[in-house]
């Protein structure tokens, strides 16, 4: 169980497109998800959380007009990266948190960026 | 302020030998503590937390308090423990704060 998806796995964009990365929770229901961004041989990031039915709430330092966060349901929420530059390919990887509650997040395989 | 410390950024062990990754934290509040794990090309998955004092895979790790640390320890290492490590702190209701982790390698 607490299995979360992530699609794509890997994306391809030109410089100034936009780019939409899914987050699903399969098993279960996600209030609350959580947006990272993994740097190369670095730590997890946190960007945002994405909370069901209300907006985003975006860590300092994170553009979110750049960075657009959706969490329509239960168990999806969308990352769209708008008008991206090179300098935004990285890896980004998505949690979820069981509506039960506490801390334990159940994490996404993550998706690879790249913009040319 | 909130942050986690894992001052090992590479740690190298052979088969059978004790192994002990270090965890420090800062934080106000009351502290919750885990450690995740990413083996390669796997996703990052909880490994212990430590609200549930268990043993996972022969990993142990003890919150202390007197010394803000929570490093995980195992006695045996075995080169299936190869896999990159990250202490996190649990603040506010739901955040997590991960560390820089620290990249355990095994070797035969």
């Known amino acids: 169980g607490a299995v979360v998806s992530q699609h794509p796995s890997r994306v391809i964009c030109k410089s100034g497109t936009s780019v939409k990365i899914e987050c699903r929770s399969l098993d279960f229901q996600a209030t609350t998800m959580f947006w990272y961004r993994q740097f190369p041989k670095k730590s997890l990031m946190l960007m945002a959380t994405?909370?069901?039915?209300?907006?985003?709430?975006?860590e300092q330092g994170v553009e979110k007009d750049k960075f657009l966060i959706n969490h329509a349901s239960l168990t999806l929420s969308t990352l769209t990266v708008t008008s991206a530059h090179p300098e935004d390919s990285s890896f980004y990887i998505c949690s979820a948190r069981d509506t039960e509650g506490g801390h334990e997040q159940y994490f996404g395989p993550g998706t690879r960026l790249t913009v040319t | 302020a909130q942050r986690v410390t894992q001052p090992e950024k590479l740690l190298s062990v052979f088969k059978g030998a004790p192994v002990e990754l270090k965890c420090n934290y800062s934080y106000s509040g009351s502290p919750e503590l885990f450690w995740y794990v990413q083996y390669s090309r796997q996703r990052l998955q909880l490994l212990l937390r430590h609200i549930s004092r268990e043993s996972i895979k022969g990993f142990t790790a003890d919150l202390n308090k007197g010394e803000t640390s929570f490093h995980l320890k195992k006695p045996f290492a075995q080169e299936e423990d190869s896999a990159m490590y990250y202490c996190a702190l649990g603040v506010d209701t739901d955040k997590l704060i991960f560390g820089t982790g620290t990249r355990l390698q095994v070797f035969p």
């Open positions: 994405s909370n069901e039915g209300s907006k985003a709430t975006y």
